[in-house]
C-alpha cells in the first residue's frame, strides 16, 4: 500500500511539476531575444524576418549632451519612412528619409530615394554622415536579433542598434 501510495504522489507531483513549468515558458517567451547567426548555413528558415520586421521603431541613445533617435516604419508593402534627430552637442541635424527596403534572410536593405537633411543651426538643407539633402541613400543592416518587442540591428560600422516596437 506504501508503494502506491508513494507512486501515486510521484506521478501527481510530476504532471504539477510539468504543467506549472509549461505556463511559465509561455509568459516568458515574448522578452526572449533570438539571436541571428550570420552564416547562412546556420540560418534559422522559420523566423521570416520579411513579415517579424513590418511596423514602427524607435532607438534612443543619450549621454551628456550628445542624443540620438532614429525610427524607422516598416510597411508590408516594402516602403519605409525613416527619422534621424542627432545631437552631439556642436551638430543639430534632423534627417528624413522615404524610400524602399528588401528583407533576405536576415539582411535589410534599403534605398531611401527621397532624402531631406536639415542643420536645425542654420535651418538650412545639408549633408551629414553620408545622407545629403536631396540625394539617395542605400544603406545595409543585418538583423541580429529579434522578439515581438525588440529588433536589433548592426549597421555596416558594426554597430548594433537596439530598436524598440512602438506602434
Not at 535589410?108 to 543651426?121: A, F, N, P, Q
Not at 549633408?127 to 548592426?154: H, M
Amino acid at each position: 500500500m506504501k508503494k502506491k501510495m508513494l507512486f501515486l504522489f510521484a506521478v501527481v507531483f510530476c504532471f504539477g511539476a510539468i504543467s506549472c513549468g509549461d505556463k511559465d515558458d509561455e509568459k516568458d517567451s515574448k522578452d526572449v531575444v533570438t539571436p541571428v547567426n550570420d552564416d547562412e548555413d546556420e540560418y534559422s528558415p522559420d523566423k521570416d524576418f520579411a513579415i517579424l520586421v513590418i511596423g514602427s521603431w524607435k532607438c534612443e541613445r543619450s549621454a551628456g549632451q550628445y542624443e540620438d533617435y532614429q525610427t524607422i516604419t516598416l510597411a508590408g508593402n516594402g516602403k519605409i519612412g525613416y527619422e534621424w534627430l542627432y545631437y552631439d552637442g556642436t551638430d543639430d541635424f534632423d534627417i528624413m528619409c522615404d524610400g524602399t527596403y528588401t528583407v533576405t534572410g536576415n539582411m535589410l536593405k534599403i534605398v531611401y530615394s527621397e532624402v531631406v537633411v536639415t542643420d536645425m543651426e542654420t535651418l538650412k538643407d545639408g549633408s551629414f554622415k553620408g545622407y545629403t539633402n536631396g540625394r539617395s541613400k542605400n544603406v545595409t543592416y543585418t538583423i541580429v536579433g529579434y522578439s515581438s518587442d525588440i529588433l536589433y540591428l548592426k549597421d555596416s560600422d558594426n554597430t548594433t542598434l537596439k530598436f524598440e516596437r512602438y506602434r
